[in-house]
Antibody, heavy 119, light 109 residues
Framework: QVQLVESGGGVVQPGGSLRLSCAAS????????MHWVRQFSGKGLEWVAD????????FYADSVKGRFTISRDNSENTLYLQMIGLKVEDTAVYHCVRERMTDPAFDLWGQGTLVTVSS | YVLTQPPSVSVAPGKTASITCGGKNLEHKSVHWYQQRPGQAPILVISYDSDRPSGIPERFSGSNSGNTATLTISSVEAGDEADYFCQVWDRSSEHPLFVFGAGTKVTVL
């Protein structure tokens, strides 16, 4: 079954850290660029970060640059997002998203994992 | 880069819903559309302005001209009730950015 399953979300205090994981199955994970996109409670979507198919480059939204790190393990078909220095405004559902091989459209989304930053 | 969508659109079953997405010189960018039903993850319904991915009904179509892209849903069904987001890939920045509109909630009356 072609799917992405996120885990690792939870409640953390401001300044804390979390590591999100995304397990991919049913497709050739190593062939696709991968992204994290977050969704706020008011429904808005915000692109967070992406990583090339081979893991050699990653890019970040200005709002998370210097605090979040995206990585992947193609041997384990897993995508990661290490988050440090968390802020209240980082509270959101974090979706793992697959980029199509041919162009930068998002053709597969996971259900997401909820991150709540609160004191 | 900012994409502007109306917050909501209401449509009767069997009628046509049009959802707009506005942005500066949007016609020079490729617009993708996503549908998100309540409690579900988004799915891609239109890519590159007007292409329908496999499995998406022909009732879904898209266009892009000037500063406005439009997602059109014809013969609307109850199952089309969802949030719809437009998205572009902005290459004008130092590095590529992916920008989303705020979303439009489609209500089937």
């Amino acid at each position: 079954q072609v799917q992405l399953v996120e885990s690792g979300g939870g409640v953390v205090q401001p300044g804390g850290s979390l590591r999100l994981s995304c397990a991919a199955s049913g497709f050739a994970f190593r062939n696709h660029g991968m992204h994290w996109v977050r969704q706020f409670s008011g429904k808005g979507l915000e692109w967070v970060a992406d990583i090339w198919h081979d893991g050699t480059k990653g890019f970040y939204a200005d709002s998370v640059k210097g605090r979040f790190t995206i990585s992947r393990d193609n041997s384990e078909n897993t995508l990661y997002l290490q988050m440090i220095g968390l802020k209240v405004e980082d509270t959101a559902v974090y979706h793992c998203v697959r980029e199509r091989m041919t162009d930068p459209a998002f053709d597969l989304w996971g259900q997401g994992t909820l991150v709540t930053v609160s004191s | 880069y900012v994409l502007t969508q109306p917050p909501s659109v209401s449509v009767a079953p069997g009628k046509t819903a049009s959802i707009t997405c506005g942005g500066k010189n949007l016609e020079h960018k490729s617009v993708h559309w996503y549908q998100q039903r309540p409690g579900q993850a988004p799915i891609l319904v239109i890519s590159y302005d007007s292409d329908r991915p496999s499995g998406i009904p022909e009732r879904f179509s898209g266009s892009n001209s000037g500063n406005t892209a439009t997602l059109t849903i014809s013969s609307v069904e109850a199952g089309d009730e969802a949030d719809y987001f437009c998205q572009v890939w902005d290459r004008s920045s130092e590095h590529p950015l992916f920008v989303f509109g705020a979303g439009t909630k489609v209500t089937v009356l």
